[in-house]
Protein backbone atom coordinates (compact mmCIF):
# COMPACT_ATOMS: atom_id res chain seq x y z
CA UNK A 1 0.00 0.00 0.00
CA UNK A 2 1.48 3.55 -1.05
CA UNK A 3 1.47 6.53 1.20
CA UNK A 4 -1.29 8.12 -0.77
CA UNK A 5 -3.11 5.05 -0.73
CA UNK A 6 -2.82 4.74 3.46
CA UNK A 7 -3.64 8.55 3.65
CA UNK A 8 -6.93 8.06 1.05
CA UNK A 9 -8.16 5.14 3.14
CA UNK A 10 -7.73 7.07 6.46
CA UNK A 11 -9.98 10.01 5.02
CA UNK A 12 -12.23 7.11 4.20
CA UNK A 13 -12.08 5.66 7.31
CA UNK A 14 -11.98 8.79 9.18
CA UNK A 15 -15.50 10.00 7.01
CA UNK A 16 -17.06 6.53 7.29
CA UNK A 17 -16.45 6.35 11.47
CA UNK A 18 -18.23 9.75 11.40
CA UNK A 19 -21.33 9.07 9.44
CA UNK A 20 -21.38 5.38 11.85
CA UNK A 21 -21.30 8.34 14.58
CA UNK A 22 -24.01 9.89 13.41
CA UNK A 23 -27.18 8.25 14.69
CA UNK A 24 -25.43 7.96 18.61
CA UNK A 25 -24.33 11.74 18.38
CA UNK A 26 -27.59 12.89 17.40
CA UNK A 27 -29.21 10.19 20.32
CA UNK A 28 -27.07 11.99 22.46
CA UNK A 29 -27.63 15.66 21.42
CA UNK A 30 -31.42 14.93 22.22
CA UNK A 31 -30.79 13.83 25.63
CA UNK A 32 -29.85 16.56 28.19
CA UNK A 33 -26.91 16.28 30.36
CA UNK A 34 -27.43 15.61 33.90
CA UNK A 35 -27.62 18.22 36.30
CA UNK A 36 -24.87 16.32 37.92
CA UNK A 37 -22.63 16.07 34.76
CA UNK A 38 -23.45 20.07 33.95
CA UNK A 39 -22.14 20.82 38.06
CA UNK A 40 -19.36 18.07 37.44
CA UNK A 41 -18.22 20.37 34.79
CA UNK A 42 -18.62 23.59 36.30
CA UNK A 43 -16.82 21.75 39.57
CA UNK A 44 -13.34 21.31 37.46
CA UNK A 45 -13.40 24.23 36.15
CA UNK A 46 -13.75 25.90 39.81
CA UNK A 47 -11.15 23.50 41.01
CA UNK A 48 -8.94 24.75 38.54
CA UNK A 49 -9.38 28.48 39.14
CA UNK A 50 -8.37 27.31 42.96
CA UNK A 51 -5.40 25.82 41.85
CA UNK A 52 -4.41 28.91 39.20
CA UNK A 53 -5.18 31.64 42.48
CA UNK A 54 -3.02 28.94 45.33
CA UNK A 55 -0.26 29.00 42.65
CA UNK A 56 -0.33 32.23 41.98
CA UNK A 57 -0.37 33.60 45.92
CA UNK A 58 2.76 31.21 46.47
CA UNK A 59 4.53 32.58 43.46
CA UNK A 60 6.38 35.70 45.55
CA UNK A 61 5.39 37.79 42.52
CA UNK A 62 2.84 39.75 43.89
CA UNK A 63 2.79 43.18 45.47
CA UNK A 64 1.61 43.10 49.42
CA UNK A 65 -1.63 45.11 48.56
CA UNK A 66 -2.59 42.85 45.17
CA UNK A 67 -1.98 39.52 47.76
CA UNK A 68 -4.54 40.30 50.29
CA UNK A 69 -6.91 41.19 47.46
CA UNK A 70 -6.73 37.73 45.76
CA UNK A 71 -6.99 35.80 48.71
CA UNK A 72 -9.91 37.05 49.46
CA UNK A 73 -11.54 36.09 45.75
CA UNK A 74 -9.47 32.71 46.41
CA UNK A 75 -11.49 32.80 49.93
CA UNK A 76 -14.46 33.09 47.74
CA UNK A 77 -13.61 30.49 44.91
CA UNK A 78 -13.74 28.10 47.89
CA UNK A 79 -17.28 29.18 48.80
CA UNK A 80 -18.35 28.31 44.92
CA UNK A 81 -16.35 25.14 45.51
CA UNK A 82 -17.74 23.75 48.16
CA UNK A 83 -21.45 24.74 47.24
CA UNK A 84 -20.57 22.86 43.96
CA UNK A 85 -19.39 19.60 45.81
CA UNK A 86 -22.34 20.15 48.59
CA UNK A 87 -24.73 19.79 45.63
CA UNK A 88 -23.33 16.93 44.04
CA UNK A 89 -23.69 14.76 46.88
CA UNK A 90 -27.14 15.49 47.52
CA UNK A 91 -27.03 14.37 43.82
CA UNK A 92 -24.96 11.46 45.01
CA UNK A 93 -22.58 12.18 42.30
CA UNK A 94 -18.87 11.27 42.56
CA UNK A 95 -16.47 14.42 42.94
CA UNK A 96 -14.16 15.34 40.29
CA UNK A 97 -10.61 15.82 41.34
CA UNK A 98 -8.79 17.93 39.46
CA UNK A 99 -4.94 17.68 39.88
CA UNK A 100 -2.17 20.14 39.09
CA UNK A 101 -1.43 18.14 35.52
CA UNK A 102 -4.71 17.68 35.16
CA UNK A 103 -5.37 21.81 35.17
CA UNK A 104 -2.17 22.46 33.01
CA UNK A 105 -4.08 20.12 30.24
CA UNK A 106 -6.75 22.11 30.97
CA UNK A 107 -5.58 25.30 30.38
CA UNK A 108 -3.75 24.39 27.26
CA UNK A 109 -7.36 22.86 26.00
CA UNK A 110 -8.99 26.09 26.57
CA UNK A 111 -6.22 27.89 24.95
CA UNK A 112 -4.79 29.58 28.06
CA UNK A 113 -1.50 31.03 27.12
CA UNK A 114 -0.11 31.47 30.61
CA UNK A 115 0.51 28.26 31.91
CA UNK A 116 0.62 27.15 36.22
CA UNK A 117 4.61 26.80 36.00
CA UNK A 118 5.75 30.05 33.34
CA UNK A 119 4.67 33.02 36.05
CA UNK A 120 7.31 35.55 35.30
CA UNK A 121 6.07 38.44 37.02
CA UNK A 122 2.24 40.17 38.57
CA UNK A 123 1.54 41.14 35.37
CA UNK A 124 1.53 37.11 34.18
CA UNK A 125 -0.25 36.46 37.43
CA UNK A 126 -3.02 38.24 36.84
CA UNK A 127 -3.45 37.48 33.00
CA UNK A 128 -3.40 33.90 34.29
CA UNK A 129 -6.17 34.82 36.79
CA UNK A 130 -8.28 37.21 34.13
CA UNK A 131 -8.16 34.19 32.12
CA UNK A 132 -9.05 31.53 34.55
CA UNK A 133 -12.04 33.84 35.52
CA UNK A 134 -13.57 33.78 31.94
CA UNK A 135 -13.79 30.01 31.72
CA UNK A 136 -15.41 30.34 35.03
CA UNK A 137 -17.62 32.72 33.79
CA UNK A 138 -18.29 30.15 30.58
CA UNK A 139 -18.55 27.36 32.52
CA UNK A 140 -21.57 29.47 34.26
CA UNK A 141 -22.62 30.67 31.30
CA UNK A 142 -23.00 26.81 29.58
CA UNK A 143 -24.43 25.43 32.99
CA UNK A 144 -27.72 28.12 33.75
CA UNK A 145 -28.55 26.94 30.19
CA UNK A 146 -28.22 23.34 31.01
CA UNK A 147 -29.51 22.87 34.41
CA UNK A 148 -33.07 21.66 35.20
CA UNK A 149 -33.31 22.72 38.59
CA UNK A 150 -34.15 26.18 39.52
CA UNK A 151 -32.33 26.14 42.84
CA UNK A 152 -29.13 24.92 41.30
CA UNK A 153 -29.60 27.96 38.34
CA UNK A 154 -29.91 30.27 40.76
CA UNK A 155 -26.98 29.33 42.50
CA UNK A 156 -24.94 29.63 38.96
CA UNK A 157 -26.26 32.58 38.38
CA UNK A 158 -25.36 34.57 41.71
CA UNK A 159 -21.94 32.62 41.19
CA UNK A 160 -21.19 33.82 37.58
CA UNK A 161 -21.92 37.33 38.74
CA UNK A 162 -19.34 36.64 41.59
CA UNK A 163 -16.59 35.46 38.46
CA UNK A 164 -18.11 38.22 36.18
CA UNK A 165 -16.73 40.59 39.18
CA UNK A 166 -13.81 39.03 39.88
CA UNK A 167 -12.44 39.19 36.60
CA UNK A 168 -13.73 43.42 36.72
CA UNK A 169 -11.29 43.79 39.87
CA UNK A 170 -8.51 41.86 38.25
CA UNK A 171 -8.46 43.90 35.63
CA UNK A 172 -8.48 46.91 37.13
CA UNK A 173 -5.38 46.07 39.43
CA UNK A 174 -3.89 45.30 36.09
CA UNK A 175 -4.87 48.01 34.20
CA UNK A 176 -5.39 51.08 37.02
CA UNK A 177 -7.44 53.92 35.49
CA UNK A 178 -8.80 52.10 32.40
CA UNK A 179 -12.43 51.36 33.38
CA UNK A 180 -13.29 50.76 29.25
CA UNK A 181 -10.92 47.28 30.08
CA UNK A 182 -12.38 46.49 33.56
CA UNK A 183 -16.16 46.15 32.06
CA UNK A 184 -15.93 46.38 28.62
CA UNK A 185 -18.64 44.47 27.52
CA UNK A 186 -22.14 44.78 28.14
CA UNK A 187 -23.05 40.67 27.76
CA UNK A 188 -20.81 38.65 30.01
CA UNK A 189 -20.67 35.23 28.48
CA UNK A 190 -16.83 34.51 29.49
CA UNK A 191 -14.53 31.69 27.70
CA UNK A 192 -16.13 28.23 26.35
CA UNK B 1 -34.55 63.79 41.82
CA UNK B 2 -37.44 62.45 39.46
CA UNK B 3 -37.39 61.66 35.80
CA UNK B 4 -40.77 63.00 35.77
CA UNK B 5 -42.38 65.29 33.33
CA UNK B 6 -43.46 66.82 36.23
CA UNK B 7 -40.45 67.35 37.72
CA UNK B 8 -38.76 71.14 38.86
CA UNK B 9 -36.87 72.92 35.64
CA UNK B 10 -33.58 71.90 36.70
CA UNK B 11 -34.31 68.53 37.24
CA UNK B 12 -35.73 68.22 33.84
CA UNK B 13 -33.00 69.95 32.28
CA UNK B 14 -30.53 67.87 33.69
CA UNK B 15 -32.44 65.23 32.65
CA UNK B 16 -32.68 66.25 28.69
CA UNK B 17 -29.21 67.18 28.80
CA UNK B 18 -28.25 63.80 30.13
CA UNK B 19 -30.60 62.57 27.50
CA UNK B 20 -28.65 63.74 24.72
CA UNK B 21 -24.89 61.90 26.21
CA UNK B 22 -27.68 58.69 26.40
CA UNK B 23 -28.11 58.99 22.86
CA UNK B 24 -24.59 59.10 22.05
CA UNK B 25 -24.12 56.98 24.37
CA UNK B 26 -26.64 54.22 22.68
CA UNK B 27 -25.15 54.67 19.11
CA UNK B 28 -21.45 54.19 20.77
CA UNK B 29 -23.00 50.96 22.61
CA UNK B 30 -24.83 49.69 19.92
CA UNK B 31 -22.04 49.86 17.43
CA UNK B 32 -19.91 48.41 20.44
CA UNK B 33 -22.08 45.77 21.55
CA UNK B 34 -23.44 44.65 17.68
CA UNK B 35 -22.09 41.13 17.44
CA UNK B 36 -23.40 39.95 20.85
CA UNK B 37 -26.89 42.02 20.64
CA UNK B 38 -27.61 39.90 17.18
CA UNK B 39 -26.13 36.65 18.43
CA UNK B 40 -29.15 37.44 21.52
CA UNK B 41 -31.29 38.34 18.71
CA UNK B 42 -31.12 35.67 16.15
CA UNK B 43 -29.43 32.46 18.20
CA UNK B 44 -32.33 32.22 21.19
CA UNK B 45 -35.69 31.01 20.62
CA UNK B 46 -37.97 32.48 22.84
CA UNK B 47 -41.88 31.53 23.87
CA UNK B 48 -45.06 33.77 24.56
CA UNK B 49 -44.84 32.73 28.24
CA UNK B 50 -41.37 34.15 28.87
CA UNK B 51 -42.67 37.73 27.45
CA UNK B 52 -44.14 39.06 30.64
CA UNK B 53 -40.81 37.70 33.04
CA UNK B 54 -39.16 39.52 30.24
CA UNK B 55 -41.37 42.74 30.63
CA UNK B 56 -40.54 43.02 33.94
CA UNK B 57 -37.12 42.96 33.86
CA UNK B 58 -37.14 45.34 30.57
CA UNK B 59 -38.90 47.92 33.45
CA UNK B 60 -36.17 47.47 35.73
CA UNK B 61 -33.45 48.27 32.95
CA UNK B 62 -35.22 51.24 32.22
CA UNK B 63 -35.36 52.27 35.24
CA UNK B 64 -31.46 52.10 35.84
CA UNK B 65 -31.18 53.80 32.32
CA UNK B 66 -33.73 56.93 34.18
CA UNK B 67 -31.20 56.62 37.47
CA UNK B 68 -28.22 57.08 35.31
CA UNK B 69 -29.55 59.51 33.06
CA UNK B 70 -30.50 61.96 35.86
CA UNK B 71 -27.56 61.24 37.98
CA UNK B 72 -24.55 61.59 35.67
CA UNK B 73 -24.24 65.58 35.39
CA UNK B 74 -24.39 65.03 39.38
CA UNK B 75 -21.45 63.08 39.73
CA UNK B 76 -17.71 63.54 39.80
CA UNK B 77 -15.82 63.30 36.90
CA UNK B 78 -14.18 60.01 37.23
CA UNK B 79 -17.28 58.47 38.76
CA UNK B 80 -19.40 60.54 35.88
CA UNK B 81 -17.20 58.83 33.04
CA UNK B 82 -17.85 55.10 34.36
CA UNK B 83 -21.62 55.85 34.75
CA UNK B 84 -21.49 57.09 30.99
CA UNK B 85 -20.05 53.77 30.19
CA UNK B 86 -22.63 51.40 32.68
CA UNK B 87 -25.19 53.90 30.53
CA UNK B 88 -24.12 52.56 27.51
CA UNK B 89 -24.67 48.99 28.48
CA UNK B 90 -27.08 49.36 30.21
CA UNK B 91 -29.14 50.92 27.13
CA UNK B 92 -27.69 47.87 25.21
CA UNK B 93 -29.26 45.48 27.48
CA UNK B 94 -32.68 47.04 27.07
CA UNK B 95 -32.01 47.05 23.61
CA UNK B 96 -31.38 43.11 23.71
CA UNK B 97 -34.48 42.66 25.94
CA UNK B 98 -36.66 44.77 23.28
CA UNK B 99 -35.27 42.44 20.76
CA UNK B 100 -36.48 38.66 22.75
CA UNK B 101 -39.58 40.24 23.50
CA UNK B 102 -40.52 41.57 19.82
CA UNK B 103 -38.85 37.96 18.47
CA UNK B 104 -41.96 36.16 20.97
CA UNK B 105 -44.49 38.35 19.48
CA UNK B 106 -44.59 40.39 21.96
CA UNK B 107 -44.38 44.21 22.15
CA UNK B 108 -42.06 45.89 24.87
CA UNK B 109 -43.34 48.95 27.24
CA UNK B 110 -42.10 51.94 26.34
CA UNK B 111 -40.50 53.51 29.53
CA UNK B 112 -42.81 55.02 32.12
CA UNK B 113 -43.36 58.65 31.88
CA UNK B 114 -41.55 58.85 35.72
CA UNK B 115 -39.39 56.69 37.91
CA UNK B 116 -38.87 57.44 41.72
CA UNK B 117 -35.17 57.99 41.63
CA UNK B 118 -35.41 60.17 44.80
CA UNK B 119 -33.64 63.66 45.96
CA UNK B 120 -29.96 62.61 45.62
CA UNK B 121 -27.93 65.47 45.46
CA UNK B 122 -24.23 64.68 46.62
CA UNK B 123 -21.78 62.36 44.50
CA UNK B 124 -22.12 59.67 46.95
CA UNK B 125 -25.63 59.90 46.96
CA UNK B 126 -26.40 59.14 42.96
CA UNK B 127 -23.23 56.29 43.63
CA UNK B 128 -25.86 54.70 46.44
CA UNK B 129 -28.94 55.40 44.40
CA UNK B 130 -27.54 53.53 41.06
CA UNK B 131 -25.97 50.65 43.70
CA UNK B 132 -29.61 50.27 44.86
CA UNK B 133 -30.65 49.82 41.28
CA UNK B 134 -28.16 47.57 40.22
CA UNK B 135 -28.87 45.72 43.18
CA UNK B 136 -32.61 45.63 42.28
CA UNK B 137 -32.04 44.53 38.96
CA UNK B 138 -30.05 41.55 40.22
CA UNK B 139 -32.42 40.68 42.63
CA UNK B 140 -34.76 40.30 39.85
CA UNK B 141 -32.70 38.37 37.84
CA UNK B 142 -31.32 35.91 40.27
CA UNK B 143 -35.09 34.83 40.71
CA UNK B 144 -36.45 35.37 37.42
CA UNK B 145 -33.85 33.37 34.87
CA UNK B 146 -34.83 30.19 36.32
CA UNK B 147 -38.45 31.04 35.15
CA UNK B 148 -37.65 31.54 31.39
CA UNK B 149 -38.04 28.54 29.05
CA UNK B 150 -35.41 27.82 26.82
CA UNK B 151 -31.99 27.25 28.23
CA UNK B 152 -30.08 28.91 25.75
CA UNK B 153 -32.73 32.50 26.53
CA UNK B 154 -31.61 32.33 30.42
CA UNK B 155 -27.46 31.98 29.63
CA UNK B 156 -28.59 34.49 27.28
CA UNK B 157 -30.20 37.12 30.14
CA UNK B 158 -27.90 35.90 32.50
CA UNK B 159 -25.02 37.48 30.40
CA UNK B 160 -26.98 40.44 30.90
CA UNK B 161 -26.76 39.96 34.65
CA UNK B 162 -23.20 39.59 34.70
CA UNK B 163 -22.51 42.87 33.17
CA UNK B 164 -24.89 44.63 35.87
CA UNK B 165 -22.89 42.64 38.54
CA UNK B 166 -19.39 44.36 37.19
CA UNK B 167 -21.18 47.74 37.51
CA UNK B 168 -22.51 46.84 41.55
CA UNK B 169 -18.50 46.09 41.73
CA UNK B 170 -17.29 49.35 40.65
CA UNK B 171 -20.26 51.62 41.95
CA UNK B 172 -19.26 49.81 44.98
CA UNK B 173 -15.59 50.85 45.06
CA UNK B 174 -16.42 53.89 44.47
CA UNK B 175 -18.69 54.42 47.54
CA UNK B 176 -15.31 53.23 49.34
CA UNK B 177 -16.94 50.04 49.64
CA UNK B 178 -15.83 46.15 49.59
CA UNK B 179 -16.21 46.12 46.06
CA UNK B 180 -16.91 42.41 45.80
CA UNK B 181 -18.51 41.30 49.55
CA UNK B 182 -20.00 38.05 48.91
CA UNK B 183 -19.02 34.57 46.90
CA UNK B 184 -22.73 34.63 45.27
CA UNK B 185 -24.58 38.23 43.97
CA UNK B 186 -27.90 38.15 44.96
CA UNK B 187 -28.96 41.71 44.94
CA UNK B 188 -29.39 41.69 48.50
Request: proline letters at 5%; glycine letters at 8%.
Amino acid sequence: MTRRQVVQTGIVGTAAAALLRVPDAAAAGAVAPSDSAVLARTLRIEQLVVIAYERVLTSGLLAPGVSGQLRTILGQEHRHVAVLERALRELGAALPRTSDSAAERLLAAHHVHVGLGSLRDQHDCLKLLIDVESLAEGAYYASISKLSDPGLMRTSIAAMGCEAQHWTLLNAIQHPGKLYRSVPYPFVQGSP
Amino acid sequence: MTSSPEADSHSRRTLLAAGGGATVALLAGCSGSKPLRVKVRNGVTVQSGDVSILGALLDLEQHAIAGYTAGIPLLDRPAAKAAQQFLSQELAHSGALRDLIRKAGGTPEKPRTSYDLGHPTTNAQVLALLRDLENAQLSAYVQMIPLLTPGRLRSAVAAISANDAQHLAVLRQELGQNPVPSAFVTGH
